[in-house]
Protein backbone atom coordinates (compact mmCIF):
# COMPACT_ATOMS: atom_id res chain seq x y z
CA UNK A 1 0.00 0.00 0.00
CA UNK A 2 3.07 2.16 0.73
CA UNK A 3 4.49 1.17 -2.35
CA UNK A 4 1.63 2.29 -4.32
CA UNK A 5 1.04 5.47 -2.68
CA UNK A 6 5.01 6.63 -3.34
CA UNK A 7 3.93 5.59 -6.94
CA UNK A 8 1.10 7.58 -7.28
CA UNK A 9 1.68 10.28 -5.36
CA UNK A 10 4.82 12.09 -7.58
CA UNK A 11 1.84 12.10 -10.70
CA UNK A 12 -0.25 13.72 -8.09
CA UNK A 13 1.71 16.05 -6.85
CA UNK A 14 2.51 17.07 -10.76
CA UNK A 15 -0.46 17.61 -11.79
CA UNK A 16 -1.79 19.75 -8.59
CA UNK A 17 2.00 21.81 -9.81
CA UNK A 18 0.71 22.35 -13.51
CA UNK A 19 -3.46 23.75 -12.48
CA UNK A 20 -1.52 25.83 -10.26
CA UNK A 21 0.68 27.36 -13.10
CA UNK A 22 -1.90 27.65 -15.36
CA UNK A 23 -4.20 29.53 -12.92
CA UNK A 24 -1.30 31.91 -12.38
CA UNK A 25 -0.62 31.82 -15.94
CA UNK A 26 -4.39 33.08 -16.30
CA UNK A 27 -4.28 35.59 -13.72
CA UNK A 28 -1.13 37.14 -14.91
CA UNK A 29 -2.99 37.78 -18.03
CA UNK A 30 -5.64 38.69 -17.13
CA UNK A 31 -4.06 41.83 -14.89
CA UNK A 32 -2.10 42.67 -17.94
CA UNK A 33 -5.49 43.46 -19.58
CA UNK A 34 -7.04 45.30 -16.90
CA UNK A 35 -3.14 47.51 -17.10
CA UNK A 36 -3.26 47.86 -20.58
CA UNK A 37 -7.57 49.32 -20.44
CA UNK A 38 -6.58 51.56 -17.72
CA UNK A 39 -3.47 52.68 -19.22
CA UNK A 40 -5.06 54.12 -22.68
CA UNK A 41 -7.98 54.91 -20.62
CA UNK A 42 -6.15 57.60 -18.92
CA UNK A 43 -4.28 58.33 -21.93
CA UNK A 44 -7.00 59.31 -24.32
CA UNK A 45 -10.06 60.25 -22.20
CA UNK A 46 -8.11 63.63 -20.57
CA UNK A 47 -6.91 64.78 -24.08
CA UNK A 48 -11.11 64.87 -25.30
CA UNK A 49 -11.83 66.69 -22.19
CA UNK A 50 -9.29 69.19 -22.94
CA UNK A 51 -10.22 69.53 -26.19
CA UNK A 52 -13.52 71.20 -24.66
CA UNK A 53 -11.13 74.33 -23.43
CA UNK A 54 -9.77 75.32 -26.52
CA UNK A 55 -10.64 75.41 -29.85
CA UNK A 56 -10.94 72.26 -31.15
CA UNK A 57 -14.07 70.54 -33.41
CA UNK A 58 -15.52 67.77 -30.86
CA UNK A 59 -19.13 67.73 -32.09
CA UNK A 60 -22.35 69.94 -31.37
CA UNK A 61 -21.63 71.96 -28.41
CA UNK A 62 -24.98 71.67 -27.25
CA UNK A 63 -24.76 67.51 -27.12
CA UNK A 64 -21.18 68.00 -25.70
CA UNK A 65 -21.13 70.85 -23.10
CA UNK A 66 -24.60 70.94 -21.67
CA UNK A 67 -26.27 67.55 -22.59
CA UNK A 68 -28.92 68.80 -24.57
CA UNK A 69 -28.70 68.40 -28.24
CA UNK A 70 -32.56 69.03 -28.78
CA UNK A 71 -31.07 72.84 -29.33
CA UNK A 72 -30.17 71.90 -33.15
CA UNK A 73 -31.38 72.02 -35.47
CA UNK A 74 -33.99 74.70 -35.17
CA UNK A 75 -37.60 73.88 -34.80
CA UNK A 76 -38.46 77.08 -36.71
CA UNK A 77 -36.36 79.50 -39.12
CA UNK A 78 -36.61 83.21 -38.62
CA UNK A 79 -38.52 83.43 -41.44
CA UNK A 80 -41.28 81.27 -40.44
CA UNK A 81 -41.07 83.44 -36.97
CA UNK A 82 -41.65 86.45 -38.64
CA UNK A 83 -44.10 85.47 -40.80
CA UNK A 84 -46.09 83.94 -37.67
CA UNK A 85 -45.41 86.96 -35.88
CA UNK A 86 -43.30 85.63 -32.78
CA UNK A 87 -40.08 86.48 -31.00
CA UNK A 88 -37.35 84.88 -32.45
CA UNK A 89 -33.69 84.50 -30.52
CA UNK A 90 -30.87 83.59 -32.75
CA UNK A 91 -27.64 82.55 -31.43
CA UNK A 92 -24.61 82.23 -33.46
CA UNK A 93 -21.98 79.85 -32.54
CA UNK A 94 -19.30 77.60 -34.34
CA UNK A 95 -18.68 74.23 -32.20
CA UNK A 96 -14.73 74.22 -32.81
CA UNK A 97 -15.09 77.75 -30.80
CA UNK A 98 -14.47 77.77 -27.07
CA UNK A 99 -16.41 81.14 -26.30
CA UNK A 100 -19.21 79.31 -28.21
CA UNK A 101 -18.97 76.25 -25.35
CA UNK A 102 -18.34 78.49 -22.76
CA UNK A 103 -21.94 79.83 -23.80
CA UNK A 104 -23.78 76.88 -24.62
CA UNK A 105 -25.55 76.98 -20.84
CA UNK A 106 -26.81 80.20 -21.32
CA UNK A 107 -28.59 79.05 -24.88
CA UNK A 108 -29.81 76.06 -22.64
CA UNK A 109 -31.32 78.07 -19.98
CA UNK A 110 -32.94 80.48 -22.33
CA UNK A 111 -34.72 76.76 -23.51
CA UNK A 112 -35.44 76.33 -19.80
CA UNK A 113 -36.98 79.58 -19.16
CA UNK A 114 -38.77 79.84 -22.37
CA UNK A 115 -40.24 76.59 -23.39
CA UNK A 116 -42.65 77.34 -25.90
CA UNK A 117 -43.09 81.62 -25.88
CA UNK A 118 -40.14 82.25 -28.64
CA UNK A 119 -38.87 80.29 -31.51
CA UNK A 120 -34.75 79.93 -30.19
CA UNK A 121 -33.22 79.51 -33.76
CA UNK A 122 -29.09 78.56 -32.83
CA UNK A 123 -27.53 78.72 -36.11
CA UNK A 124 -23.50 78.22 -36.90
CA UNK A 125 -21.90 80.70 -39.02
CA UNK A 126 -20.34 78.83 -40.81
CA UNK A 127 -22.70 79.51 -44.10
CA UNK A 128 -22.70 83.05 -43.10
CA UNK A 129 -19.40 84.21 -43.63
CA UNK A 130 -18.84 86.48 -46.15
CA UNK A 131 -22.16 86.73 -47.12
CA UNK A 132 -24.19 89.66 -47.66
CA UNK A 133 -27.78 90.75 -47.94
CA UNK A 134 -30.86 92.76 -47.37
CA UNK A 135 -33.35 90.95 -46.19
CA UNK A 136 -34.36 90.80 -42.94
CA UNK A 137 -35.67 87.38 -42.91
CA UNK A 138 -31.93 85.67 -43.79
CA UNK A 139 -30.18 85.44 -40.51
CA UNK A 140 -26.95 86.91 -41.85
CA UNK A 141 -28.55 90.66 -41.73
CA UNK A 142 -28.61 90.32 -38.01
CA UNK A 143 -24.64 89.02 -37.90
CA UNK A 144 -21.76 90.93 -36.84
CA UNK A 145 -19.13 88.77 -37.21
CA UNK A 146 -18.62 87.61 -33.90
CA UNK A 147 -19.23 84.71 -32.09
CA UNK A 148 -20.98 84.08 -29.63
CA UNK A 149 -23.56 86.70 -30.64
CA UNK A 150 -27.49 86.91 -29.38
CA UNK A 151 -30.28 88.62 -31.01
CA UNK A 152 -34.03 88.55 -30.04
CA UNK A 153 -36.47 90.19 -32.65
CA UNK A 154 -40.32 90.54 -31.45
CA UNK A 155 -42.92 89.51 -33.67
CA UNK A 156 -42.86 92.48 -35.66
CA UNK A 157 -39.21 92.65 -36.94
CA UNK A 158 -38.09 95.05 -34.38
CA UNK A 159 -34.30 94.09 -32.96
CA UNK A 160 -34.73 94.15 -29.19
CA UNK A 161 -31.62 92.85 -28.16
CA UNK A 162 -28.02 92.51 -30.39
CA UNK A 163 -24.84 91.83 -28.69
CA UNK A 164 -21.87 89.48 -28.75
CA UNK A 165 -19.87 87.60 -25.82
CA UNK A 166 -20.39 86.10 -23.00
CA UNK A 167 -24.30 88.32 -22.45
CA UNK A 168 -25.75 87.56 -19.49
CA UNK A 169 -29.05 85.83 -19.17
CA UNK A 170 -30.77 87.89 -17.21
CA UNK A 171 -29.94 90.66 -19.90
CA UNK A 172 -31.39 88.41 -22.44
CA UNK A 173 -34.20 87.55 -20.49
CA UNK A 174 -35.32 90.74 -20.11
CA UNK A 175 -35.48 91.51 -23.98
CA UNK A 176 -37.36 88.31 -24.37
CA UNK A 177 -39.65 89.84 -22.30
CA UNK A 178 -40.02 93.27 -24.01
CA UNK A 179 -40.28 91.46 -26.86
CA UNK A 180 -42.77 89.37 -26.01
CA UNK A 181 -45.13 91.57 -23.42
CA UNK A 182 -45.08 88.39 -20.67
CA UNK A 183 -43.84 88.79 -17.73
CA UNK A 184 -40.29 86.81 -16.75
CA UNK A 185 -40.52 83.50 -15.59
CA UNK A 186 -41.04 83.36 -12.10
CA UNK A 187 -37.83 80.63 -11.31
CA UNK A 188 -34.38 81.66 -12.14
CA UNK A 189 -31.63 80.04 -13.66
CA UNK A 190 -27.92 78.65 -12.50
CA UNK A 191 -25.52 77.56 -14.37
CA UNK A 192 -24.19 74.45 -12.70
CA UNK A 193 -21.11 72.83 -13.47
CA UNK A 194 -20.11 69.09 -13.67
CA UNK A 195 -16.44 69.64 -13.53
CA UNK A 196 -14.25 72.34 -15.37
CA UNK A 197 -15.62 71.03 -18.60
CA UNK A 198 -19.17 69.99 -18.53
CA UNK A 199 -22.41 72.33 -17.28
CA UNK A 200 -25.73 72.95 -17.58
CA UNK A 201 -28.15 75.17 -17.02
CA UNK A 202 -31.02 74.22 -14.25
CA UNK A 203 -34.23 75.78 -12.73
CA UNK A 204 -32.92 77.11 -8.75
CA UNK A 205 -34.68 74.55 -6.86
CA UNK A 206 -35.58 72.68 -9.08
CA UNK A 207 -33.87 69.54 -7.55
CA UNK A 208 -34.61 70.26 -4.26
CA UNK A 209 -36.44 67.76 -1.38
CA UNK A 210 -40.40 68.48 -1.87
Keep these: MLKEWDEHYPKDNVLFTSYSSKSTNKMISFLKKIIIILTLTFCFIP ?10 YEGNIFTIVTGNGALVPPQSTLAESLQNKRTSVLVFYLDDSQTSKSFAPVVSGI ?22 TDNPTDPSYYWKGNIPQVVVINGEGEVILSEDGQVDIDKINMAISKATGLNTPDFTISIKSFNEYNSEAAKDGYADPR
Excluded: C, F, G, M
Design 47 to 56: SVYAALDNDD
Design 111 to 132: KLLWPSQIDLIPLTTDELQNKH
